[in-house]
């Protein structure tokens, strides 16, 4: 069973909050420093309890599966799971390889991610936060 306290549990609460709650001009930059987080202690701290659902499956979460660009390590995207992309989301933002993506109406519409591996995902804000939010419910019931 993973150690899993208090500490861990308000933080991932909080960093949630601070990114569903924030409407000013930094919400990108919010949930970029969010995802520290709502990736890092799930991947490091709790990795046992992130469910093993499929990439197709993550779309009950309001998260598109067309959102991973390669799946890297000579896999297709409909081979991840829910625990490997939350690592390769790790990664790409520990080894700052986390790129903004506009549209015509906003400077960040999103983020690019990629990894060593391979692993590449153009992921608008709305489903960061949306697989962020249900990650996290699931996390906050176990």
Same mark, same amino acid.
């Given at each position: 069973? $993973?150690?899993?306290n @208090?500490?861990?549990?308000?933080?991932?609460?909080?960093?949630?909050?601070?990114?569903?709650?924030?409407n000013?001009?930094?919400?990108?930059?919010?949930?970029l420093?969010?995802?520290?987080?709502?990736?890092?202690?799930?991947?490091?701290?709790?990795?046992?309890?992130? #469910?093993e659902? $499929?990439l197709?499956?993550?779309?009950?979460?309001?998260?598109?599966p067309?959102c991973?660009?390669? %799946?890297? %390590? @000579?896999?297709?995207?409909?081979?991840? *799971?829910?625990?490997e992309?939350i *690592?390769?989301? *790790?990664n $790409?933002? %520990?080894?700052? *390889?986390?790129n #903004?993506?506009?549209?015509?109406?906003?400077?960040?519409?999103?983020?690019?991610? %990629?990894?060593? @591996?391979?692993?590449?995902?153009?992921?608008?804000?709305?489903?960061?936060? @949306?697989?962020?939010?249900?990650?996290?419910?699931?996390?906050?019931?176990?």
């Amino acid at each position: 069973m $993973s150690y899993f306290n @208090n500490f861990e549990r308000l933080f991932m609460q909080r960093s949630l909050e601070l990114i569903d709650t924030y409407n000013g001009e930094y919400e990108t930059t919010q949930l970029l420093n969010g995802l520290i987080g709502l990736l890092f202690f799930p991947h490091e701290r709790m990795r046992e309890l992130i #469910p093993e659902i $499929s990439l197709q499956e993550l779309e009950a979460w309001g998260f598109d599966p067309d959102c991973i660009v390669n %799946a890297g %390590a @000579n896999k297709e995207p409909r081979e991840l *799971r829910l625990g490997e992309i939350i *690592r390769r989301l *790790r990664n $790409s933002v %520990a080894h700052c *390889r986390v790129n #903004p993506f506009p549209n015509d109406d906003r400077p960040c519409e999103g983020f690019f991610f %990629a990894d060593n @591996n391979g692993f590449e995902a153009k992921i608008p804000t709305n489903q960061i936060k @949306n697989l962020m939010r249900n990650l996290l419910e699931h996390l906050l019931q176990q």
